[in-house]
């Protein structure tokens, strides 16, 4: 299990730009891919971005690509989202989680991750 913490997140302007940090402790860190998800009220959680274990891959969701970057530094257990270009859309709880390591998937569903941040609220305001 990977231990996960978001943070950064907070009220912006439309067009405005944030970037989410997850810290992350447990010894396969480096070996999980990583993604986050994003849930907004009275909605599924869906996928946003998910980057592999040593960083070379990754891949953003249709509704964020563009404006949203994932990344990740091994050497600090941090996972990161760079979101640019927000609009009310993209207002919710934003998850960092870890991707379980005993089938591959999709990558896209959140029951493909098996360790979960505690979520951290975005709000664009128009």
């Known amino acids: 299990q990977v231990q996960l913490v978001e943070s950064g997140g907070g009220l912006v302007q439309t067009g405005g730009s944030l970037r989410l940090s997850c810290a992350a402790s447990g010894r396969s860190f480096s070996i999980r891919t990583m993604g986050w998800f994003r849930q907004a009220p009275g909605k599924e959680r869906r996928f946003v971005a998910h980057?592999?274990?040593?960083?070379?891959?990754?891949y953003a969701g249709e509704s964020v690509k563009g404006r949203f970057t994932i990344s990740r530094d091994n050497l600090k257990n941090m996972v990161y989202l760079q979101m640019n270009s927000l609009y009310t859309e993209d207002a919710a709880v934003y998850y960092c989680a870890a991707k379980n390591t005993y089938y591959s998937g999709t990558y896209l569903l959140p029951n493909e991750y098996d360790s979960w941040g505690q979520g951290t609220q975005i709000t664009v305001s128009s």
């Open positions: 980057i592999s274990g040593s960083g070379t891959t990754s």
